[in-house]
């Protein structure tokens, strides 16, 4: 069975760091592009982040850019998402996020997700 | 960025009825060299993650009901639940994979009349 289960989520200050992880199984994790994709508390869908499947290419959404870093480890198949300088906005369920064979960015499997709450 | 904007934000359709939820891009989502258009459509239901229903504007996911239908092409695309079941409560969401950012419609909320 495909799956992803992500951890790490909390409760953090603003300006704080926390690092999320992503455990995949059931498929070839090295050969798909992987997304990181958040749902705040107003139910809004938001794209963060993606990287390729050797993890030599990597994009983020603007609001992001510069605080948060997608990684893989593909030994581990476990993807992750280094999150800093947290702001309140980042107050999401983070989700990761699997491609459709051969079509990126359209997402079949997701994560139950891992929620963020920034707040003092 | 892509602006996915859906109509109606809120839908009471009665069992067994049609249900039409509508999304409009703000560009092309077809991309010529393959005349596909880049968009999905996914349902959520409470405490679960979303699920992805049609890619490709058309193209129905493996197992999803063929009550479930997309059509559109261009900026204006359609979904369709040509009879409406219990379990198809949920709120749905369009999508634009044709450029990153990828960017989702703000969703419509589907209830029973």
């Known amino acids: 069975e495909v799956q992803l289960v992500e951890s790490g989520g909390g409760l953090v200050q603003p300006g704080g760091s926390l690092r999320l992880s992503c455990s995949a199984s059931?498929?070839?994790?090295?050969?798909?592009?992987m997304h990181w994709v958040r749902q705040t508390p107003g139910k809004r869908l938001e794209y963060v982040s993606v990287?390729?499947?050797?993890?030599?290419?990597?994009f983020y959404a603007d609001s992001v850019k510069g605080r948060f870093t997608i990684s893989r480890d593909n030994s581990k198949n476990t993807l992750y998402l280094q999150m800093s300088s947290l702001r309140a906005e980042d107050t999401a369920v983070y989700y990761c996020?699997?491609?459709?064979?051969?079509?990126?960015?359209?997402?079949?499997?997701w994560g139950q997700g891992t929620l963020v709450t920034v707040s003092s | 960025d892509f602006v996915m904007t859906q109509s109606p934000e809120y839908l009471a359709v009665s069992l067994g009825e049609r249900a039409t939820i509508n999304c409009k891009s703000s560009?092309?989502?077809?991309?010529?060299?393959?005349?596909?258009?880049?968009l999905a459509w996914y349902q959520q239901k409470p405490g679960q993650p979303p699920k992805l229903l049609i890619y490709?504007?058309?193209t129905r996911e493996s197992g999803v009901p063929d009550r479930f239908s997309g059509s559109g092409s261009g900026i204006d695309f359609t979904l369709t639940i040509s009879s409406l079941q219990a379990e198809d409560v949920a709120v749905y969401y369009c999508?634009?994979?044709?450029?990153?950012?990828?960017?989702f419609g703000q969703g419509t909320k589907l209830e029973i009349k």
């Open positions: 990287i390729s499947g050797d993890g030599g290419s990597t």
């Open positions: 999508q634009q994979y044709y450029s990153t950012p990828y960017t």
């Open positions: 996020v699997k491609d459709v064979i051969m079509i990126v960015g359209a997402f079949d499997i």
């Open positions: 560009q092309t989502l077809l991309y010529s060299s393959n005349n596909k258009n880049y």
């Open positions: 490709w504007a058309s």
């Open positions: 059931g498929f070839t994790f090295s050969t798909y592009t």
